[in-house]
Structure formats: structure tokens, C-alpha cells
């Protein structure tokens, strides 16, 4: 199951890189045949997955996705801590101009933090 995640990471990957170097005239077929190869390896997990008749997770596997969700969620919020209130200065100021995909990316980090929080909680009163 995971080989079809990665092959179809690395079809993107490559799809894409080879997009950037070819010929304008050809560069969108390379690049929709790396897409495509990413949404056949997701589609061919997502496959796999849903026929297998295996338990995935056992306690074991899922006390290490606990800590390393845990972990996720201290990094997002200590760099949402930090970068937002930074993003707010700079814009006030005008010393420095962030770039909206910095802007964007740090914004997008305080909206994952707030979903793994969510879920967290979510997951709690479950149990």
C-alpha cells in the first residue's frame, strides 16, 4: 500500500521537474502525467486499503501516531507563536515587506494547528 503512495509521490515529482525543463510545448502533457500518476497512487492505496482485510493499527502503532501528533502540534503552535505576532510587526511597522506565501504559509500553520486541536479534543471525549 505504501509503494503506491510513493510511486506516486515520486511520478509528481518527476512530472513536475520535468515540466519546468522541457519545451513550453510539451511541458502541461508532463506535468498532468505526473497529477495523474499522484491521484492513480492515492486512488490505488485508498483501494488496497479498503479491501484489505488486515487491522492497520494495533495499540502499539497507535500510541506512536499519538506522540508523533503530539510532537506535529507542539512545532505548529511554537511556530505559529512565533511568526504571527512577528508577521503582525513588520506589517505595522513597514520595516519589512513578508511575502504572501510566507504570509501564507504561516497563516495555513495556525489553520493546522487549530485542526489537530479540534480533532485532539474530538478524540478525547471519545474514548
Sequence with gaps: MSNSIGVGGVGLF??????????????????????GAYYLGISSYLVLWRRSGVRLLDEREAEIERRASQIV????????????????????????????????????????AFVLVVSGYVESKMQ
Excluded at 507542539?74 to 505595522?92: H, K, R, S, Y
Design 14 to 35: 518527476v512530472g513536475t521537474l520535468t515540466a519546468i525543463f522541457a519545451p513550453s510545448t510539451v511541458s502541461d502533457m508532463f506535468l498532468f502525467g505526473g497529477v
Design 73 to 112: 502540534l507542539l512545532t505548529l503552535i511554537t511556530v505559529t507563536l512565533f511568526a504571527l505576532p512577528a508577521d503582525l510587526l513588520f506589517d505595522v511597522t513597514g520595516d519589512f515587506e513578508v511575502p504572501m506565501a510566507l504570509r501564507g504559509a504561516i497563516w495555513g500553520t495556525l489553520l493546522l
